[in-house]
């Protein structure tokens, strides 16, 4: 079901058409809400077999160790992609979701296994994503949830186990925007001002955390619990659409993923919840046709 936003609402600057059907978030500015037409929402809770869910797809690929800068090359296989239901948890306190698992044994073809699962739709513009995720607390691995163009139009979040110190309480988020200039940089995009390290103030291992961006014109925000990490903007933010991918991957990089892990590594997924602007014109189409039915109403979105 759509949402109908009410007259007020239409002053936000994305909504397209005379349509004023969405999902609302607060403009960073104040200048009233920021209104999305779309919604993809997966619980990864209430399934039993992901391939049978048609909002995701599943990836196998290797990238080798020259093109990942790693000591390995990293495999992607669907079989380290899995569903822990809830109901079958058991008392490591692992809970139920989606498993996204990385490999502790290293393939004749020295490869490291990884997991990654991506959307099926390619349209995903203008918008606001959010995942509940777990992460794992075995060192050496990289687990990622992120929107995806090409190598200079993406937008991370990344987590490296190899930094966390529980000891310590540090648990940092890497918050990184690609762009032309990070690839000109070798992408790295600490050289360019669109990478920033967070500590968290709070363990990420010890159970499920929101983690979120908001994709806006000229704006890229990051959110952990819905509160306000970094906000970055100009010129070097996207301005496509594109896809969300969930991602877990060692390579021996002791710059970045470390590992290999000497266990396998798992972290878990319990949902995505996605609110957007559609880049495909059928699907406009059909949005702004659902808009003017009767049955639309409010909802908003912090």
Known sequence: MLFFVLPFLAIAHLVSGACECGYSIKNPKDEGPVVFADRLETNFNQLHDISQNNDWVTQEFTVSAEAGRGNYSKSFVPANVNIHGIKSQDHSGHGGGLELRVGSTISNDNAVSGSEIDTSRLDLHWGSFRAGIKLTSTKGTCAAFFWYYNDTQEIDIEFLSQEFDHDKGIYPINLVVQSKKSMEAGYD??????????????????????????????????????????????????????????????????????????????????????????????????????????HAKASRWG
């Not at 301005?239 to 396998?264: A, R, Y």
């Not at 319990?270 to 009767?294: G, I, M, W």
């Open 189 to 294: 995009a600490s050289k360019t001002g669109t990478y920033k390290r967070v500590n968290l103030d709070f363990d990420p291992t010890d159970t499920f955390h929101e983690y979120r961006f908001d994709y806006i014109p000229g704006q890229v925000l990051f959110y952990a619990d819905s509160k306000l990490l970094v906000l970055m903007k100009g010129d070097d933010m996207p301005s496509v659409g594109g896809h969300l991918i969930l991602q877990h991957w060692s390579n021996g990089n002791p710059l970045w993923s470390g590992g290999p892990p000497t266990k396998d590594a798992i972290v878990t997924v319990s949902y995505v919840k996605a609110y957007f602007n559609s880049t495909d014109h059928d699907r406009q189409s059909y949005l702004k046709q659902q808009c003017h039915q009767p």
